[in-house]
């Protein structure tokens, strides 16, 4: 098999819409990343996403929705301050952790009974799921570990053979995944953050919290993007974190050292920053917009194995606003490994 990338108009939707109909997996853009979609109801879809990633059983998806309606099929006892999250912040990148119906398949979120939903901020994403007139489950449309796509040609790098169609909705305006919001505790937890930040969640319902998870827990968790190793290139990423001129001398430093041990070394700097570096690093963004270095990211770490390089070395970014998403992505890429200049 070999993916149809399909444009995104009437023709290309309905024919990605029919797919879904018939029990197959396709892959659609959302203003985060691209999207591997299927049939929320249908368990053997569902499992073709899982071998089509290589995706672990226990990791949940996220079902997107096009109106409270869909919400009220999928998900019971709405919360009050789910209602107004989603008056505040839907369409948009932010996805609500809550009870599920009983009629929601096993597959669909690990054996666990809450579900999570979000409504996509993409046109495409919308028509689709009118057009299937049903939820769609969609986790990213990627290899599992791998950076996430955030165009069509990613997802046909990755999934190429696995799908019958890609619909190209362009490139991703957002770049990250949504944030993630466990509306199921006492206090509603940040599972995974996102480009809607928990300064903007506290505007809207004032009580909220970030969740810490722990690597050596076998607690089951309610969110993807969460237990796993996740976004990683294939060569080595190494987070510098410091001062701004040590950070710049310790990435010089290092990779002078992976040169002189035959390696090929790249950096992922900032705009502010480059002229340290030159021509040949990959900048990432500003370091005072961290929008655009969400925007970027993927798109970066995925340029760096595509130069063939075997190390790359990224300056750390404020975790303030958005910035909190960003390094959450980055450190996790990096499988956590960063030092100190």
């Known amino acids: 098999m070999v993916a149809q990338i399909l444009t995104a108009g009437k023709r290309g939707i309905h024919s990605a819409a029919q797919a879904i109909g018939y029990g197959e997996i396709v892959a659609f853009p959302t203003e985060t990343v691209y999207g591997l979609g299927a049939d929320v109801l249908n368990r053997e879809a569902l499992l073709k996403i899982f071998k089509a990633k290589g995706r672990p059983a226990d990791n949940p998806l996220i079902a997107h929705v096009n109106s409270y309606d869909m919400v009220q099929r999928l998900v019971q006892n709405i919360p009050a301050d789910a209602v107004r999250l989603m008056e505040a912040f839907w369409p948009g990148p932010l996805t609500l952790v809550m009870q599920k119906r009983p009629e929601v398949p096993y597959e669909m979120t690990a054996g666990l009974d809450t579900i999570a939903v979000r409504m996509p901020a993409h046109p495409v994403a919308l028509a689709l799921i009118e057009a299937c007139g049903q939820p769609i489950a969609a986790p990213s449309a990627n290899r599992s570990g791998l950076p996430s796509p955030t165009t069509a040609q990613d997802v046909f790098s990755d999934l190429g053979d696995e799908i019958p169609y890609i619909i190209d909705g362009g490139p991703c305006s957002v770049g990250i995944e949504s944030t993630v919001l466990d509306m199921t505790s006492l206090r509603p937890l940040i599972l995974r953050p996102g480009i809607i930040t928990i300064e903007m969640i506290r505007n809207c319902i004032r009580s909220v919290s970030n969740y810490e998870y722990h690597p050596q827990s076998d607690e089951p968790v309610k969110s993807p993007g969460v237990k796993y190793r996740h976004y990683a290139p294939k060569a080595k990423l190494v987070i510098v974190s410091g001062s701004e001129g040590g950070v710049t001398r310790k990435i010089l430093d290092l990779v002078s050292k992976d040169i002189d041990r035959g390696l090929r070394p790249v950096i992922l700097c900032y705009e502010e920053s480059r002229r340290h570096y030159g021509a040949d690093s990959i900048v990432l963004g500003s370091k005072y917009r961290p929008e655009t270095v969400a925007r970027n990211l993927y798109w970066a770490l995925r340029e760096v194995d595509r ?35």
Not at 313 to 336: D, F, H, I, P, T
């Open 307 to 341: 130069r063939g390089m075997d190390t790359a070395y990224a300056e750390a970014l404020s975790q303030k606003g958005a910035g909190a998403a960003v390094m959450n992505r980055m450190l996790r890429a990096a499988g956590g490994h960063i030092e100190e200049a």
